[in-house]
């Protein structure tokens, strides 16, 4: 079946500008996770949605960053002001989060690469 | 104290060798592990899940789990320069209403020909 989707695949900005990046998990999956990884870094936690629950938006690193999923699907993640600091690898993952362990698998997508000039 | 650590690396490899990956965890009631595979500018890939002690085999792979030391490691035998990437180790640790995964920085793996 289908897998994880995102788009765009790269966007470049200029400081200063908002930018709205796409994620559409896979048909099933409650939970939807948007990760951030900078060069040559590890994951760095954003936002997880599941199911009809408040999100936890316990990583957002600013203000200037929100997310929202519609109709318990598609997710926007949502940057204003982008600053350079800014620019690395968006990814979006999706996972079953059921009543088994095995629900807990994490499927990523192909990310956006951000570049703010 | 890191929740979820690995060795960063770089590890380098024969090719032909068994490559040893690990990762230490803090939580003791964490149930759920996994270990995904990242080539440079692609996102990661899970490769392995482990739910219980001891072995678990897929193909050239194998995860071992040990819950009493709160350890996981992932064993490659026969590896190739495919094999060449950084190597997350993922936990879903046992907090109460805590159903995200905690990902390690990963280790960099490089088999050499």
């Known amino acids: 079946g289908a897998g994880v989707s995102q788009s765009p695949s790269n966007k470049v900005t200029e400081k200063g500008k908002d930018v709205e990046l796409r994620c559409d998990p896979i048909s099933g999956h409650t939970a939807l996770y948007w990760y951030r990884q900078s060069l040559g870094q590890g994951l760095e936690f954003l936002i997880y949605?599941?199911?009809?629950?408040?999100?936890?938006k316990s990583g957002l690193p600013s203000d200037r960053f929100s997310a929202e999923r519609t109709g318990g699907s598609v997710s926007t993640l949502t940057i204003q002001r982008t600053q350079q600091e800014d620019s690395a690898v968006y990814l979006c993952?999706?996972?079953?989060?059921?009543?088994?362990?095995?629900?807990?698998?994490?499927?990523f997508g192909p990310g956006t690469r951000l570049t703010v000039t | 104290q890191k929740e979820v650590e690995q060795n960063s690396g770089p590890l380098s490899v024969p090719e032909g060798a068994i490559a040893s990956l690990n990762c230490t965890y803090s939580d003791r009631g964490s149930q759920s592990f996994f270990w995904y595979r990242q080539y440079s500018g692609k996102s990661p890939e899970l490769i392995m899940s482990i739910y219980s002690n001891g072995d678990k085999e897929d193909g050239r792979f194998t995860a071992q789990l040990n819950k009493a030391s709160q350890y996981v490691s992932l064993l490659i035998r026969d590896s190739q320069p495919s094999d060449s990437a950084t190597y997350l180790c993922a936990v879903k640790l046992g907090r109460f209403g805590n159903e995200k995964l905690t990902f390690g920085t990963g280790t960099r793996l490089t088999i050499i020909p």
């Open positions: 993952a999706s996972s079953l989060v059921g009543g088994t362990l095995q629900s807990y698998e994490q499927y």
């Open positions: 949605f599941q199911g009809n629950s408040a999100p936890d």
